[in-house]
């Protein structure tokens, strides 16, 4: 990927992040970071709180204790816009295309806090960096593929060239296939450009395969951390999340 598509330099880092939706907290105390040029991946079962989780550090769900900072600067408790002044860029499970709009409209939308005059320049250095968007602008994003809009909601998200990537499960409903090639070039390669990316990953396996470094939600909480080697030699990372047992 080119590094044209970031801006890089920035960390993110979650202190003892608290959240929830009021009443009790879905998330607790969780402490994560991710450095520029990583890839940090969040696993856990459906419930966990990991889509919450990145919520929280965007500013769409409230956060009750604990600290989110993004280069130094304490952006905890600012809305999802200055957020994504700060340099985030979000891309959620959900609701990551306009699927009534064209593609060169999804990334114009995705361009919104830069000057108009810019605009058209910065989509043609995102559809560099995804070739395959370029040859379908005036497609409807509702008539893409799967793997194509993943591809839309990055570069939708790029369009502010931002210095950290949040993906909540950019893989959802992708053939094992298609999955692969989405997290090992394109998840892969944004981090390569310098971004610090923090993805949500139900695939365990193929998110170590591109992780510096994983994080095991269980119950709202941090239950284990570590590189992929040291998951691969747990037990009980192996046996809860992928299925086997350690070979010794």
């Known amino acids: 990927m080119s590094a044209e598509g970031v801006s890089a330099g920035l960390s993110l880092r979650a202190a003892g992040v608290t959240a929830g939706y009021g009443g009790d907290p879905v998330i607790r105390n969780v402490t994560v970071h991710a450095e520029p040029g990583e890839v940090v991946s969040l696993v856990g079962a459906n419930g966990s709180g990991k889509s919450t989780f990145l919520k929280s550090l965007v500013g769409v769900v409230r956060v009750t204790a604990g600290t989110v900072t993004v280069g130094g600067t304490d952006v905890t408790h600012w809305a999802p816009e200055e957020v994504a002044r700060a340099g985030v ?5 959900v609701d990551d295309v306009f699927p009534p709009l064209t593609v060169r409209e999804n990334l114009e939308m995705g361009g919104y806090l830069l000057p108009s005059r810019d605009v058209r320049a910065r989509i043609d250095e995102v559809t560099a960096i995804f070739p395959r968007l370029g040859a379908m602008l005036s497609r409807p994003a509702g008539k893409l593929s799967g793997g194509e809009r993943k591809m839309l909601a990055m570069g939708r998200v ?12 950019p893989t959802a409903n992708l053939a094992p296939a298609i ?9 892969r390669g944004l981090a390569g450009s310098g971004a610090a990316v923090l993805v949500v990953e139900q695939r365990a396996r193929a998110a170590l395969a591109i992780s510096s470094r994983t994080y095991v939600l269980a119950g709202g909480e941090v239950r284990m951390e570590g590189t992929p080697a040291e ?5 009980a990372f192996v046996e809860s999340f992928l299925g086997g047992t350690v070979t010794r």
Do not use: I, K, N
């Open 158 to 169: 790029l369009m502010l060239r931002p210095s950290v990537f949040l993906l909540d499960e």
């Open 231 to 235: 998951l691969l030699a747990s037990p």
């Open 89 to 93: 860029g979000y891309v959620p499970q």
């Open 179 to 187: 999955a692969r090639t989405l997290l090992e070039e394109h998840v």
